[in-house]
């Protein structure tokens, strides 16, 4: 850490040093809303936990013998009276005490962990937040301010922007030396403060006096917290800014797509670009959809392998199978079991799970159904052990053989025929070279370097750059990117069959990163933003093979590009850039 980064968290350390001798002081007892009763409070929770119960008890009594006796309800004692007041007090009373509380609690709590009371007391004791800047949040009145307003503390750092500075309050300064001292948890300053923005300020900030290091070209504004909170990012401080680009239009089994790509390479929207323009001057590509189902796989241990093949063989059982979709199918009202297929390690058992899961991705929405099920299997064997609810049999984010074979997600074959004509002009080359440069290439050198899916071009470049646009995983392109291309002469040798099966794209569009503004945009030009209401996970089937789409575009033009002996010119003109390097100089 430098010494101007120093030099203001050694005067907050002596400041705070006689903050704290000054809070060592005796303070007066704060009253509570509980001692306004004349009761103790437990005494007066029960009576009115007793009132509750009997007068309803009583008032039920009674319109059991009226509708017996076929006495109208409307008409009433005075002791039926009595017991409606008696009964709507002790309501009042108990939601009061217990539906507030509650509400708070939830509404405070978001998805932030709970913090214990020894926090909250000590935040109280810093001095950093009062009751009414916490209820109040962003729009607190003027007067609330000013009741609020904490001794502003001088900072002299280098590495603050005078923007940075202008978005922080005068009573921001004591929160942040709290967060820098640890007595704030950084984590909680979102459920504290109830300002998602302004905890990302705070945060920032504190970051910077901790480390020394300047997040200036880090942007801050402009961006909605609130819509993260609780889903997609914790602790935020900033956002990365990613360009974004289009490729197309992509003609498509008959519909024109604009396809949106975040990308930081060059020439990268620029070949897929030239690629659909190949595609749509012969007459657009096909796709077909294989399978549609998100797995998951749980790992279970028994005593033997004997009894972890009794449940293998219980699972595998057709008239088995109606019984476990039910309780599968009871978490969701899209997901839908569609097999089991298990295999055994000794005594552990691997049940690989797999379901439809309407527009969203549906790595939760199996998670929870498979839960159910090891619940229902567990009446039947006790001494069943659950290891996880995830065996890595899925096989989620790793390259592995069984997404391969067996799929997962979205399995999609999209193909083209693309004219001898179109090859030569666009494409720059010519239908033998292509053909002989994806068996040298892409087939038997792939299977030179063992690879597992990797039988392509560059299908991963396209499948990131698109799941960032529409705000997919991006962890999850080692599976979806998953893909072989092929290609062959046709029509006596003079046009090129060109083909990607992608047996595993994983896609969705609702949850997650899809309702993020910049994302749901571009989901938005696809024609796939949220969930089908006509036909539940249309949008995200649609999304798949307008992915394999691009990635044939891509594939096309840059097989194109090596063939021809361009590709080392493109990038040289379209991904260097024109800036000296050493004039660059590291800010601290």
């Not at 680009?245 to 897929?272: F, H, N, R």
Request: some cysteine; hydrophobic content about 40%.
């Amino acid at each position: 850490m430098d010494k101007a980064a120093g030099e203001p968290l050694k005067q907050y350390h002596r400041q705070r040093h006689h903050h704290n001798d000054h809070h060592n002081l005796p303070t007066p007892t704060s009253l509570k809303a509980s001692d306004a009763l004349p009761l103790p409070l437990y005494l007066t929770n029960g009576l009115f936990f007793g009132l509750f119960f009997s007068v309803a008890y009583f008032l039920l009594h009674r319109w059991r013998e009226k509708i017996r006796n076929s006495t109208p309800l409307h008409i009433l004692t005075f002791p039926e009276i009595a017991g409606i007041l008696c009964l709507s007090a002790s309501v009042v009373y108990l939601l009061g005490f217990f539906g507030i509380g509650i509400a708070q609690s939830l509404i405070s709590r978001g998805s932030q962990d709970s913090w214990d009371v020894e926090e909250d007391h000590m935040m109280e004791k810093k001095g950093g937040l009062c009751a009414a800047e916490i209820c109040s949040g962003p729009a607190k009145s003027h007067a609330a301010s000013l009741a609020c307003t904490l001794a502003p503390v001088p900072s002299a750092r280098a590495v603050s922007t005078m923007f940075q500075t202008s978005l922080l309050g005068s009573d921001d300064e004591e929160v942040i030396k709290g967060v820098v001292s640890g007595d704030i948890p950084s984590y909680s300053l979102e459920s504290k403060l109830r300002d998602c923005k302004r905890a990302a300020v705070i945060r920032r900030e504190a970051l910077q006096r901790m480390t020394g290091r300047s997040l200036e070209g880090l942007p801050l504004e402009g961006f909605d917290y609130e819509s993260i909170l609780g889903q997609c990012c914790e602790m935020p401080v900033g956002y990365v800014q990613i360009p974004v680009g289009v490729a197309g239009p992509l003609l498509l089994d008959g519909k024109e797509y604009t396809v949106p790509m975040a990308t930081t390479e060059g020439c990268l929207v620029a070949s897929t670009n030239r690629g659909c323009k190949a595609i749509f001057a012969s007459g657009g590509a096909s796709s077909v959809l294989l399978r549609d189902g998100m797995t998951r796989a749980p790992i279970v241990r028994f005593g033997t392998a004997k009894r972890a093949a009794e449940l293998k063989f219980f699972i595998e059982d057709p008239e088995n199978f109606d019984t476990l979709s039910v309780v599968f199918n009871r978490s969701s009202r899209f997901g839908r079991l569609q097999n089991i297929k298990c295999t055994i390690a000794g005594k552990n058992l691997y049940m690989r799970f797999s379901c439809s899961t309407g527009d969203a991705m549906g790595m939760n929405m199996v998670s929870k159904g498979v839960q159910n099920v090891l619940d229902y299997l567990q009446t039947d064997f006790p001494d069943m052990e659950i290891i996880g609810i995830s065996g890595n049999f899925c096989s989620d984010k790793k390259p592995a053989a069984v997404n391969w074979i067996e799929g997962r997600g979205k399995s999609v074959v999209c193909e083209a025929i693309i004219k001898e004509e179109v090859v030569r002009k666009v494409l720059k080359t010519n239908v033998a070279t292509l053909v002989e440069l994806n068996m040298l290439k892409n087939l038997t050198g792939s299977a030179m370097a063992g690879a597992l899916g990797g039988f392509n071009a560059h299908a991963s470049n396209i499948v990131t750059a698109v799941y960032i646009a529409t705000g997919q995983d991006p962890a999850q392109n080692v599976e979806s990117s998953h893909c072989i291309t092929m290609m062959e002469a046709v029509n006596g040798g003079k046009d090129l069959h060109i083909s990607v099966t992608m047996p595993s794209i994983e896609v969705g569009t609702v949850g997650g990163g899809t309702q993020l503004a910049s994302q749901s945009a571009c989901l938005n030009l696809l024609g796939v933003k949220g969930a089908s209401k006509d036909s539940p996970g249309s949008n995200s089937r649609l999304l798949s093979t307008i992915i394999a789409g691009s990635v044939l575009a891509g594939e096309l033009s840059l097989m194109s590009a090596i063939a021809a002996g361009q590709l080392i010119k493109s990038h040289m003109k379209y991904n260097r850039s024109s800036k000296d390097v050493s004039e660059i100089a590291p800010s601290n």
